[in-house]
């Protein structure tokens, strides 16, 4: 799978939209781009993920460049709730079940 | 739908002693994968099971070992527990179709080794 980087941590104001972003330079074809965020202590949950086209869920949105180089994921309200680290992850359809989690971003929502 | 369930939540237990973990999956779900989450390496695969075989595995010593049923309900078990064993262990499943889709993560079972 490819390797991804991610700003170690970002600050988001309530209500404001947090603007997540990856790097994936080395990509390849047939990967997909997905999000996983944890919330202190629980399962990571899945957000959305993308092959090349830009995707929306009620959750968030997915923003992948021309290139497939780098990806924003865009939470457009956030909420003290969201407080979480965010995992981009980069792999093969067929590796559903097998994700390499690199050390993610820590988004603090603030009032 | 019921999500992905882990048993027990909370365990503690003496080095060199073993433990197993229980991992049901969502219903319709033929994949069990584990993970182990520590401050220090992060959150790393341990194997991934599929029709009650292992499928894949991660850079774990033996002593970690895993098992699917008929049911597709899945367990680990770590022999000779050492202090660095002390972690989250996360459990996921999902459909395994061979195109996009995502894993469900269920709880953890924090297990503390003392």
């Known amino acids: 799978d490819a390797k991804t980087t991610q700003p170690t941590s970002m600050d988001c104001a309530e209500g404001r939209a947090a603007n997540l972003p990856c790097n994936h330079s080395t990509i390849s074809g047939n990967e997909y781009v997905y999000w996983y965020r944890q919330i202190h202590s629980q399962g990571p949950q899945y957000i959305i993920h993308g092959l090349k086209n830009n995707e929306t869920n009620e959750m968030a949105s997915l923003i992948i460049t021309e290139d497939r180089k780098s990806s924003t994921l865009i939470l457009p309200h956030a909420t003290l709730r969201d407080t979480a680290v965010y995992y981009c992850?980069?792999?093969?359809?067929?590796?559903?079940?097998?994700?390499?989690f690199g050390t993610g971003t820590r988004l603090q929502v603030t009032l | 739908k019921a999500g992905v369930t882990q048993t027990p939540r909370y365990l503690i237990k003496t080095r060199g002693q073993q433990v197993t973990l229980s991992c049901s999956p969502i219903s319709g779900h033929r994949s069990v994968s584990w993970y182990q989450q520590t401050p220090g390496q992060g959150l790393q695969f341990l194997f991934e099971y599929f029709s009650e075989t292992q499928r894949n595995k991660g850079n774990f010593p033996g002593r970690f070992s895993g098992r699917q049923f008929s049911n597709s309900r899945s367990e680990m078990n770590v022999s000779t527990l050492e202090l660095g064993d002390s972690a989250l262990y996360l459990c996921a499943s999902s459909l395994a179709k061979l195109k996009d889709t995502e894993a469900f993560f269920g709880q953890g079972t924090r297990l503390t080794v003392v």
């Open positions: 992850i980069v792999r093969w359809a067929g590796t559903a079940s097998k994700l390499t």
